[in-house]
């Protein structure tokens, strides 16, 4: 269950804090809802739930970092936490509405601390595929980075394999621009441009 329930996060998203009462330094960001779905940032506390994730073979099977022991998703999850703290946006980690129950992730995070460019990321667990969930969870996180944020291009990754991944990225307008070779994969970059 998340930390907090549904309508608790809908009454944060007036901008208060979406952190546990014990956290000192948890990112002050307003949760994100639709029709079906509630996002909020990740927290140091959601271990446990972003293992439910990254520890399941069939979701990381069609994820570039593959499947994670504990500790590897416990060292996603700092990143993930710290990319907030740096950016003030991230991955969200992403519930049913009206349960509560916890679905995946879905975010806009920095392909490196190096440069500008940003990707939006998703992925659900496969109990939840095949309903339009990841299609709404990214069309949330995507109306936010460009409205919000006023992002002008964000960047995605799929497996050349992946074809849903690949249809729902295109459905949002995202152009193909290369291909290249990851540990024996081939990834499909493409690149959602802004007017």
């Keep these: 269950m998340p ?12 901008g208060q ?5 014990s956290e000192t330094s948890c990112p002050i ?3 994100l809802t639709s029709e079906r779905l509630f996002l909020r940032p990740f927290t140091v506390e959601d271990g ?3 293992f439910r994730l990254y520890g399941n073979k069939d979701v990381m099977a069609i994820r570039k970092i ?5 500790q590897g998703s416990d060292s996603q999850l700092a990143i993930i936490t710290d990319h907030w703290q740096r950016r003030g946006f991230g991955l969200w980690a992403v519930f049913d509405r009206d ?3 916890f679905m995946g992730e879905c975010g806009l995070r920095e392909e490196n601390e190096t440069d500008d460019k940003v990707e939006l990321s998703y992925g659900l667990l496969p109990e939840f595929w095949g309903g339009g969930l990841a299609t709404e969870a990214a069309a949330t996180v995507l109306d936010f980075g460009i409205k919000a944020l006023g992002m002008k291009q964000i960047y995605a990754f799929a497996q050349k394999k992946n074809a849903a991944s690949l249809h729902i990225l295109s459905k949002f307008g995202f152009q193909h621009e290369f291909d290249f070779d990851e540990d024996g994969d081939v ?3 493409t690149v959602l441009m802004v007017d």
């Design 3 to 14: 930390s907090k329930t549904p309508d608790q996060s809908l009454d944060q998203a007036s």
């Design 17 to 21: 804090s979406l952190c546990h009462t």
């Design 29 to 31: 960001s307003k949760s």
């Design 48 to 50: 446990d739930l972003l």
């Design 66 to 70: 593959g499947t994670q022991s504990r």
């Design 99 to 101: 349960s509560g129950t």
């Design 187 to 189: 990834i499909t970059r």
